[in-house]
């Protein structure tokens, strides 16, 4: 059974800083896509941002210029880079895998908290 485990969620003050991390604990075959979600208090789970196998990536509106989506392929790893946080980032973040089949890997989520 393969599972991802998040890591980096924290505590942090308004304008901080905070990277989160995802891996894989086997290599999963044909990866189509590996992607950041999150789930403020009381709201739905919404795509944050999302890397394509070719590269591309695309995010929210409304972390566009605050937040970078990177990977690293051979450990099956994505990270989340997160600057210039703002109250309104708190949520719980999770992880997700897409396979071509449109089979879905979740990680068990991280919360991030914006307060000062």
């Known amino acids: 059974q393969v599972q991802l485990v998040e890591s980096g969620g924290g505590l942090v003050q308004p304008g901080g800083s905070l990277r989160l991390s995802c891996a894989a604990s086997k290599t999963i075959s044909s990866i189509f896509s590996m992607s950041w979600y999150r789930q403020p208090p009381g709201k739905q789970r919404d795509v944050v941002a999302r890397i394509f196998r070719n590269g591309n990536t695309r995010y929210a509106d409304s972390v566009k210029g605050r937040f970078t989506i990177s990977r690293d392929n051979a450990k099956n790893t994505v990270f989340l880079q997160m600057n210039n946080l703002k109250p309104e980032d708190t949520a719980v973040y999770y992880c997700?895998?897409?396979?071509?089949?449109?089979?879905?890997?979740w990680g068990q989520g991280t919360q991030v908290t914006v307060s000062s």
């Open positions: 997700n895998f897409e396979r071509d089949d449109n089979y879905d890997y």
